[in-house]
């Protein structure tokens, strides 16, 4: 039997173009949908998988994602910052 997996990665950098002008003054995974945000219902459905530890990468307005995930319990969060473009 396979083990599910203890680390996941969320891919939160996005510009969020065909959002706008929604994503003009806030990231996509801080959109709210139905009183949560895009992030908050992944990160809570990988928690609820059993995820210990979350990968979120950042690029645009990265701050704010960075604040909203600093009051989370779980998972655990790791930023990859990503600000600069490769």
Do not use: C, F
Not at 4 to 11: D, Q, S, Y
């Amino acid at each position: 039997m396979t083990a599910n997996p203890r680390t996941a990665m969320v891919l939160a950098a996005g510009l969020g173009k065909r959002m706008r002008p929604i994503t003009d003054t806030i990231p996509k995974p801080l959109v709210e949908i139905a009183g949560k945000t895009l992030l908050d219902w992944g990160l809570d459905s990988l928690a609820s998988a059993g995820v210990d530890k979350a990968v979120v990468n950042v690029h645009y307005l990265p701050d704010q994602i960075i604040a909203h995930i600093a009051d989370r319990g779980a998972p655990r969060i790791a930023i990859s910052d990503e600000r600069e473009m490769l």
